[in-house]
């Protein structure tokens, strides 16, 4: 049975790599009926917040990225935050102590520091002495009745080597001299990232291990030196190449990348942002990009996953948008466009066959919701700029006004047609001449949708106001 878990640190609004993560994780769990473990990673009390776990939970629903086990559903190894389990990691450094193969370390943090500088002024790798790990048995004691408070370290092997049989990256071996006796558990009680998350993997049952590169050399074979510790059998582990800006340097704002809960604010739909997140070291091994949530679950696979950085591209990001956003229907794509249209300022009081058929006619242009009031924003606004310089503009409003006089209170699209159609006869110029002079003067803007359509969508009350207005200024 697969069991997969994404354990992030709400220390930040999750970006597009976290969110990357999660859902290679939740396509391989959903693809092969596994399980998917949200686990709050806490233990940061400066830099941890409860808002910034709501937010990543509102993110990731939003996605539709659900979870079989987390901290709000519980499951059957709560807790699933990591401040509520730090009497287990105190427990496990107590075995590991008991076994000796971890040991108290007293040294104080600025003696550290001076042995790095040290390190670093002679060229060598900085490393810890070792110090304490030699200490007798009365040294220790001494030590703690003195009331020093220690650290804990784990007792690495002192030679040879750690290999991490890596699904998506092959076989990597790592010199122990790399690793050090690392730090378990802090001074202050607290367990570290390394020591935690290994805990909770193998307590979880995790069988998969799924996460950015960044945690290869740092992170890993320490895990694994932990798991070799207790005797556990190795997870198996599969780190997804980095997300990289078009400069090929970390990713971030600066190559316009945003927080997941701001592209929703853009406007993107979060099957978009999805889509756009499995092509970010994924491919399917054919021509398509195109995928509804269902379809990346079918043809999602780890074996599928490369090895050299995904590139943010949100030309390709946007491309994507604007297909699903085609493949929406319009009552779909008018209650999603609602709330762009309040925060515009707009009041939607219009009847709701006008609204749908102002979205059926600005939805081919839009690539983000958020467009959607821009491009219908001649409904809302009316034309101020627009002044009448010459007598034969006046002439074609006049005009205007005794036919649109003339209809019902209620112009349909096909009278709105014939309306402009028959100005042909009614004015003395072409079409070319009179059309652009009617949108202006409607609309304030020289492009847009179909004029017949603009009529219908402002109504006969509307189309007389602006023209009076217009003629009355000129
Ligand atoms: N809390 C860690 C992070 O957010 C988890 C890394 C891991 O997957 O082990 O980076």
């Not at 997969?4 to 597009?16: A, K, M, N």
């Not at 901290?71 to 990691?89: H, K, S, V």
């Not at 017949?452 to 023209?467: N, P, Q, V």
């Amino acid at each position: 049975m697969i069991r997969v878990r994404f354990p992030p640190s709400p220390t930040g609004y999750i970006h597009l790599g976290t969110a990357r993560t999660a859902l290679f994780n939740w396509l391989f769990a959903r693809k092969h009926g596994g399980t998917f473990i949200l686990r709050i990673e806490d233990t940061d009390p400066t830099r941890s917040k409860k808002e910034y776990e709501d937010a990543l939970v509102r993110d990731l629903k939003w996605l539709g990225i659900d979870w079989d086990e987390g901290p709000d559903i519980g499951g059957p190894f709560a807790p699933y935050r990591q401040t509520e389990r730090l009497n287990i990691y105190r427990d496990f450094a107590d075995k590991l102590l008991t076994e000796d193969k971890a040991y108290y370390c007293f040294c104080f943090p600025g003696e550290l520091e001076k042995d790095r500088e040290e390190a670093q002024e002679s060229g060598k790798i900085s490393r810890y002495s070792r110090k304490c790990r030699y200490l007798s048995s009365n040294e220790r004691e001494f030590l703690l009745k003195k009331g020093i408070p220690p650290a804990i370290r784990l007792k690495a092997p002192l030679e040879g080597e750690v290999v991490v049989e890596d699904i998506i990256r092959g076989k990597i071996s790592f010199s122990i001299h790399g690793l050090d006796d690392f730090v378990i558990m802090r001074s202050d009680g607290s367990p570290t990232y390394n020591f935690a998350v290994s805990i909770d993997d193998y307590l979880m049952k995790v069988t998969h291990i799924i996460r950015g590169e960044d945690h290869l050399h740092g992170n890993t074979p320490r895990q694994m030196l932990i798991y070799q510790s207790f005797d556990w059998e190795i997870p198996i582990f599969g780190h997804l190449p980095m997300v990289l800006g078009s400069d090929r340097s970390k990713l971030s704002k600066r190559h316009g990348a945003l927080a997941i809960h701001e592209y929703r604010n853009q406007g993107y739909l979060s099957q978009a942002l999805v889509n756009y997140l499995a092509l970010l070291g994924w491919s399917p091994g054919d021509e398509r990009e195109l995928f509804t949530i269902d379809e990346l679950i079918s043809a999602f696979n780890l074996n599928r996953v490369g090895k050299s950085p995904a590139i943010f591209d949100e030309e390709k990001l946007k491309w994507l948008n604007h297909h699903h956003i085609a493949k929406l229907t319009d009552e779909e794509l008018l209650s999603l466009t609602l709330p762009f249209f309040e925060e515009a300022g707009y009041r939607i009081d219009y009847e709701l066959n006008k609204l749908m058929a102002l979205i059926s006619c600005i939805r081919s242009g839009i690539h983000s919701l958020r467009e959607a009031p821009i491009r219908a924003k001649f409904l809302f606004v009316k034309p101020e700029s627009y002044i009448i310089k010459e007598e034969w503009e006046k002439e074609i409003l006049l005009t205007l006004i005794n036919e649109i006089s003339n209809s019902k209170e209620s112009i349909s699209l096909d009278e709105a047609s014939i309306i402009i159609n028959n100005l042909s006869e009614k004015v003395q110029f072409p079409k070319k001449k009179y059309l652009p002079v009617i949108r202006m003067a409607l609309t304030g803007e020289e492009k847009g949708i179909e004029l017949a359509r603009i009529l219908y969508l402002l109504g006969k009350e509307e189309i007389l106001f602006r023209i009076h207005a217009i003629i009355s200024r000129g």
